[in-house]
């Protein structure tokens, strides 16, 4: 979305080290993992999973086809939390809350626990302004947010529209499927779920792959995360109960589990700090040094060559 009306919400990234660390900040004990694939053997090694954020490209729509809601419909009577976007750019935060505010029992720190506790009752206009009038939330937010190094104001360059992404849910709540969007005026209903095998995962990939094949072939303009429990824990526990157990086939292959997670987090750290980072003058030095040395012109074309390798890796995973 763009900046305007922001109220001081800065964009996020669709990243899961940036919504981990957001989870962290609400002391909420979960983590959020990339999906590449809604394949069964995917979303199973997940497990459990709490709900699935979902970023796709924004498109505004017309009042024709605001009840185009795939097999869903609107939910008046929503039996849970639910607020409405009332800023730009915080879509990404109240998605992770509306997710939040429909996990029973739900581990939090006093300050969203709070803010829980004082929009109970409220409607989803009310709940959506008073969540994104909390100004440490906010801070939490924007905390993750890349720094604005750079102003084109004053320099009466034509505007140019920029494309906007917007995240979304999936949850279950009482036995069914649910969609909330911010920007819809209720959550969408699509349906039952069997509560055996894969639970309601699996009417939740029907869901979002359909809603995926809309797209055209090779899109890439979507990206799926999910919000689970972190195993770091429940690994610990078990390393504990095998120890002594040397050659062990379980508690080999825990070990590596365990040593990619702590891997990832250190990864997920070092990104985050980066984030903070006003990298502007590191990057105009490099070019500067590398224009000077003649090199500028074959270092954007590697670059170019390394875009396009990613790209291709991706389009072959979604594909």
């Given at each position: 979305m763009?900046?305007?009306?922001s109220?001081?919400?800065?964009?996020?990234e669709?990243?899961?080290?940036v919504?981990?660390?957001?989870?962290?900040?609400l002391?909420?004990?979960?983590?959020v993992?990339?999906?590449y694939?809604?394949?069964?053997?995917?979303l199973a090694a997940?497990?459990?999973?709490?709900?699935?954020?979902?970023?796709?490209?924004?498109?505004?729509q017309?009042?024709e086809d605001?009840?185009?809601?795939?097999?869903?419909h609107?939910?008046?009577d929503?039996?849970?939390?639910?607020?409405?976007?009332?800023?730009?750019?915080a879509?990404?935060?109240?998605?992770?809350?509306?997710?939040?505010?429909?996990?029973?029992?739900?581990?939090?720190?006093p300050?969203?626990?709070?803010?829980?506790?004082?929009?109970?009752g409220?409607?989803p206009?009310?709940?959506?302004?008073?969540?994104?009038?909390?100004?440490?939330l906010?801070?939490?937010?924007?905390?993750l947010?890349?720094?604005?190094?750079?102003?084109?104001?004053g320099?009466?360059?034509?505007?140019?529209?920029?494309?906007?992404?917007?995240?979304?849910?999936?949850?279950?709540?009482?036995?069914?499927?649910?969609?909330?969007?911010g920007l819809?005026?209720?959550?969408?209903?699509?349906?039952?779920?069997?509560?055996?095998g894969?639970?309601?995962?699996?009417?939740a990939?029907?869901?979002?792959?359909?809603r995926?094949?809309?797209?055209p072939?090779?899109?890439?303009?979507f990206?799926l995360?999910?919000?689970?429990?972190?195993p770091?824990?429940?690994?610990?526990?078990?390393?504990?109960?095998?120890?002594?157990?040397?050659g062990d086939?379980?508690?080999?292959?825990?070990?590596?589990?365990?040593?990619?997670?702590?891997?990832?987090?250190?990864r997920?750290?070092?990104?985050?700090?980066s984030?903070?980072?006003?990298?502007?003058g590191?990057?105009?030095?490099?070019?500067?040094?590398?224009?000077?040395?003649?090199?500028l012109?074959?270092?954007?074309?590697?670059?170019?060559?390394?875009?396009?390798?990613r790209?291709?890796?991706?389009?072959?995973?979604?594909?």
């Amino acid at each position: 979305m763009s900046d305007e009306d922001s109220s001081g919400w800065q964009l996020t990234e669709s990243d899961p080290g940036v919504f981990t660390e957001l989870l962290k900040r609400l002391g909420v004990p979960y983590i959020v993992d990339d999906l590449y694939s809604l394949d069964p053997e995917s979303l199973a090694a997940l497990q459990p999973i709490h709900a699935l954020i979902f970023l796709f490209k924004w498109l505004p729509q017309s009042p024709e086809d605001e009840h185009s809601l795939g097999a869903g419909h609107y939910d008046l009577d929503f039996p849970g939390f639910f607020a409405h976007q009332t800023v730009n750019n915080a879509c990404a935060t109240l998605a992770v809350v509306n997710a939040l505010g429909n996990i029973p029992s739900l581990p939090a720190g006093p300050q969203f626990e709070d803010l829980m506790n004082f929009t109970t009752g409220m409607d989803p206009q009310t709940c959506g302004m008073a969540i994104t009038s909390a100004d440490w939330l906010r801070e939490a937010h924007n905390a993750l947010s890349p720094p604005s190094a750079i102003s084109l104001d004053g320099l009466d360059l034509p505007k140019q529209s920029e494309e906007a992404y917007h995240f979304i849910v999936y949850l279950p709540v009482l036995g069914s499927l649910y969609e909330l969007d911010g920007l819809k005026p209720y959550p969408v209903r699509h349906g039952g779920y069997d509560e055996s095998g894969e639970g309601w995962v699996k009417k939740a990939r029907e869901v979002i792959e359909s809603r995926i094949h809309t797209y055209p072939t090779g899109a890439l303009e979507f990206s799926l995360l999910a919000l689970r429990d972190d195993p770091i824990p429940g690994m610990r526990r078990r390393l504990d109960a095998l120890q002594g157990s040397a050659g062990d086939a379980e508690l080999s292959d825990l070990m590596n589990k365990f040593s990619n997670e702590n891997s990832k987090r250190e990864r997920w750290a070092f990104e985050n700090s980066s984030r903070r980072h006003n990298h502007i003058g590191l990057v105009h030095a490099l070019l500067l040094a590398l224009a000077k040395a003649g090199q500028l012109d074959s270092a954007k074309a590697d670059a170019q060559r390394v875009m396009q390798g990613r790209s291709e890796k991706q389009r072959a995973m979604h594909s």
